[in-house]
């Protein structure tokens, strides 16, 4: 697709306009970034034995990280797999995701295990950030009690204000305007017509880890990789879903990630799968439909990521006797009238990625 097409659907959609730094533009075809140099390029790894009673086994899961970034970049071994993303003095950030603790989210095993391969690239734990957009749930998951000695966490802002204008720890100059608002906010004031990026992606990590989990989201189908990083590196997302009808995710997750400070530090995304949730989330009812799915993803490309893990999801609802996400209705455990999973496709119409199940090269592989 070329610019010109991407630019004329971006702003038929929505209108965005977007604010970045000087030099920050989008990546091309084969460079870090998204959707990086394996567009389209999907790494499927499961391990019988790396969860039980939904306790994570850290052997295994070093397993699955090392076969899944060795067959992602063709590299003979996992310390030159992380050398093709990661080298000495960079300053990684790795993006968490707390929400439906304690259930579904970021589990200690995973993210140490990221920390090891940034270690054989040559980033010094100092350079390796944590972040998740709020303090108060970053600390209620209790991410900061398993963090390594040296590894530094940020956040955007301390705790969720009711109208998520907040400016804690976002900047100012790297934004997308929408011409979107909460009901009870101001149209008429651009800041409220703005999500900020959070300064750790503008200015703390010159490159990002997207650490994702396998879930359903009862507003935008999924929370995969796409959503991890709409809703994790800005502020200002509820008004993508302020009500049950009100719900715009479809097109406001693929304009959110399309900006070009994202496109250019995001250069990985881990789908956590060794858990996951087939309704009832993104919250605290993801408990019943929990299940062990016992597979973790490896892609430079958040579309082709995102469909597969969709797939893999409608594939669990379909034997448990339920309707697919995008044909589902609204029930006691997942109350949005659409579950907009479409953003997926969007996503992939602006350039993000690769949607087209032809185009689309998963790799499956089996260890231990």
């Known amino acids: 697709m070329t610019e010109v097409r991407r630019d004329f659907l971006k702003t038929a959609l929505l209108g965005a306009a977007y604010a970045a730094a000087p030099g920050a533009a989008k990546p091309a075809a084969g460079e870090l970034g998204l959707p990086g140099p394996y567009p389209g390029r999907v790494v499927e790894v499961d391990h019988p034995a790396c969860v039980r009673n939904r306790v994570y086994d850290r052997a295994a899961i070093r397993s699955l990280m090392n076969k899944g970034m060795m067959e992602l970049t063709g590299a003979p071994s996992p310390a030159e797999a992380w050398r093709v993303f990661f080298q000495p003095g960079d300053v990684v950030g790795i993006k968490l995701n707390p929400v439906g603790r304690p259930f579904v989210v970021s589990a200690p095993e995973v993210f140490l295990e990221i920390v090891e391969g940034l270690k054989m690239a040559g980033v010094k734990p100092a350079n390796m950030v944590a972040y998740d957009r709020y303090r108060s749930e970053f600390i209620a998951a209790g991410f900061d009690k398993w963090l390594p000695e040296g590894v530094r966490w940020t956040y955007g802002t301390d705790k969720p204000h009711p109208l998520q204008l907040d400016m804690d720890m976002y900047d100012e100059k790297q934004y997308i305007e929408l011409p979107l608002v909460l009901p009870r906010a101001n149209a008429a004031d651009p800041h409220h017509r703005r999500s900020y990026l959070a300064k750790f992606i503008t200015q703390d990590v010159n490159k990002m880890v997207n650490l994702c989990v396998l879930k359903h989201h009862q507003s935008a189908g999924v929370t995969l990789a796409l959503k991890n990083l709409s809703h994790g590196l800005v502020n200002n997302v509820s008004r993508s879903h302020s009500t049950r009808t009100l719900n715009t995710c479809g097109t406001f997750i693929p304009a959110i990630v399309d900006h070009p400070v994202i496109r250019k530090k995001v250069v990985l995304n881990i789908l956590d799968g060794v858990l996951g949730a087939y309704h009832g989330g993104p919250g605290s009812k993801v408990e ?38 995008a044909m589902g209705r609204p029930d006691a455990d997942s109350t949005f009238l659409n579950m907009q999973v479409e953003h997926i496709e969007i996503s992939g119409a602006m350039g993000l990625g690769v949607y087209d199940d032809k185009k689309i090269d ?7």
Not at 301 to 322: H, L, Q, S
Not at 362 to 368: N, Q
């Open 362 to 368: 998963v790799r499956k592989f089996t260890v231990g």
């Open 288 to 325: 019943k439909y929990v299940w062990e799915h016992k597979t973790m993803y490896f892609s430079t490309d958040p579309v082709a990521m995102d469909k597969v893990g969709w797939k893999a999801i409608d594939a669990k609802r379909a034997e448990a006797g339920m309707p697919t996400i």
